[in-house]
């Protein structure tokens, strides 16, 4: 079975996604490969330079995400293009990394735009949501990366609301005011649910 992992910034899914790994499952990390993609030799970098020009890169021939980062959240357009050299290519890394589950293991994508875009809904047959409100995402995101609120702001603007979220998943976890103990609870209930499933 293959469960989409979604949610806003800073909600908590690769914290879900670690402990669905500890559990068994197989993780598929689109932000992961999205890095990958465009570091120093990596598969979009060219591409990227033939959009956005040679300052798009670092001294060492990577992207500049900070930079990058501020022109895709100020400007749609931008943004856009961005997905339009990215996405394609994670696509097929997803099918790529996939293919190599165990028969019957669990597939988890971790997918932050699987309510935004078709194209992710389309590969998983369940999605799970994980849920916080806009304080906290802000509080934590903060408090994990050091970035500016209005940089996180600017990030939640352009995601999808919470309420389309939750109206697409088959499962929410509201992680919020959750320990980390409590928030494996809720996973360990989820977990049982769908390997249950699995197996028939
Ligand atoms: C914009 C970029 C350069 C910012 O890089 P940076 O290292 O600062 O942040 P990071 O990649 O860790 O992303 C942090 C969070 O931003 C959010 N985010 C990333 N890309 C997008 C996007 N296209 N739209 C909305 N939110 C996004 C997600 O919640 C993500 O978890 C980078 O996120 C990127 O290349 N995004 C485009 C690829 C993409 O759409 N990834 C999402 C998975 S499909
Ligand atoms: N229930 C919780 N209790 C305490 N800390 C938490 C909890 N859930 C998440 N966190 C912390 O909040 C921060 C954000 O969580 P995480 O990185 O899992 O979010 P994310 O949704 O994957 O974010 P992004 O969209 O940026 O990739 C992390 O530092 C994480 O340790």
Not at 149 to 154: Q, T
Not at 169 to 189: M, P, Q, R
Request: hydrophobic share 45%; aromatic share 4%.
């Amino acid at each position: 079975m293959r469960i989409g992992l979604t949610g806003g910034i800073g909600s908590g899914k690769s914290t879900v996604a670690a402990m669905l790994v500890a559990r068994g499952a197989k993780l598929v990390d689109t932000d992961a490969i999205a890095r990958s993609i465009a570091e120093p030799g990596g598969a979009a970098v060219r591409a990227l330079v033939t959009e956005f020009g040679p300052s798009i890169l670092t001294p060492e021939g990577g992207m500049d995400r900070a930079r990058m980062r501020e022109l895709v959240f100020s400007d749609v357009q931008a943004k856009k293009r961005l997905e339009g050299i990215l996405h394609p290519l994670i696509g097929a890394e997803c099918e790529h990394q996939a293919a190599s589950a165990e028969p019957g293991q669990l597939v988890v994508f971790d997918v932050p735009l699987l309510v935004e875009s078709k194209r992710w809904r389309a590969i998983v047959d369940r999605v799970l949501v994980i849920d916080a409100s806009e304080q906290t995402q802000l509080e934590r995101v903060i408090a994990r990366s050091g970035w500016a609120p209005d940089a996180v702001r600017a990030v939640i603007s352009q995601q999808a609301h919470r309420t389309l979220r939750r109206a697409a998943a088959d499962a929410v976890i509201y992680n919020e005011g959750l320990g980390l103990a409590e928030l494996s609870a809720h996973v360990e209930g989820l977990w049982e649910r769908w390997t249950v499933a699995s197996a028939r």
